[in-house]
T-cell receptor
Framework: DAGVTQSPTHLIKTRGQHVTLRCSPI?????VSWYQQVLGQGPQFIFQ???????GRGNFPDRFSARQFPNYSSELNVNALLLGDSALYLC?????????????FGNGTRLTVT | DAKTTQPPSMDCAEGRAANLPCNHS???????VYWYRQIHSQGPQYIIH???NNETNEMASLIITEDRKSSTLILPHATLRDTAVYYC???????????FGAGTTVTVRA
């Protein structure tokens, strides 16, 4: 079975630009979460979506937004990119809240902002 | 979420068991202990989780003390491919997020 897939794997953007990152969850999983991991630190929670609704949000500015589609795939959007947004962006999926289901992560999108 | 404390780094010999400790003295009754690892340039990989009983799967064993204030992840026969950062996380099953700390950098040496 395919795991969590993310695209693209690498991306280079310029300050002020906009970026869209994509994630496909494991088949059967209805919840998708997004995490940001800067170099040398553990992943930090950005969003969780379940059944196309936002269920949780971390301490990130409004430049970060996301959505989940009817097929449970998801997009993370970041506007007005800053140098500090350079990071590995990770997507994770599971069955959803209340299922005692561990999160399974993709290998991420490496975003570099210049 | 309760906080966890892990040693920043540890070495182990290839072929030997690796015992990774984690302290979670403020864990509450409905919080599970989860272990993940992250190999360089990859996403975190789920290893195992448990509530109060010891757990074993094809990757590892999880030993949780009776008072649940600490746990140990055991990799029974470490290989070079087990070199990674290992994260111990406590979380309520219904919670929507994982809170990662700094983890333990484990280096398996030949």
């Amino acid at each position: 079975d395919a795991g969590v897939t993310q695209s693209p794997t690498h991306l280079i953007k310029t300050r002020g630009q906009h970026v869209t990152l994509r994630c496909s969850p494991i088949s059967g999983h209805k919840s998708v979460s997004w995490y940001q991991q800067v170099l040398g630190q553990g992943p930090q929670f950005i969003f969780q979506y379940y059944e196309k609704e936002e269920r949780g949000r971390g301490n990130f500015p409004d430049r970060f937004s996301a959505r989940q589609f009817p097929n449970y795939s998801s997009e993370l959007n970041v506007n007005a990119l800053l140098l500090g947004d350079s990071a590995l962006y990770l997507c994770a999926s599971n069955y959803g809240p209340g299922y005692n289901s561990p999160l399974h992560f993709g290998n991420g999108t490496r975003l570099t902002v210049t | 979420d309760a906080k966890t404390t892990q040693p920043p780094s540890m070495d182990c010999a290839e072929g030997r068991a690796a015992n990774l400790p984690c302290n979670h003295s403020t864990i509450s009754g409905n919080e599970y202990v989860y272990w993940y690892r992250q190999i360089h340039s990859q996403g975190p990989q789920y290893i195992i989780h448990g509530l109060k009983n010891n757990e074993t799967n094809e990757m590892a064993s999880l030993i949780i003390t009776e008072d649940r204030k600490s746990s140990t992840l055991i990799l029974p026969h470490a290989t070079l491919r087990d070199t990674a950062v290992y994260y111990c996380i406590v979380r309520v099953a219904s919670d929507y997020k994982l809170s990662f700390g700094a983890g333990t950098t484990v280096t398996v040496r030949a």
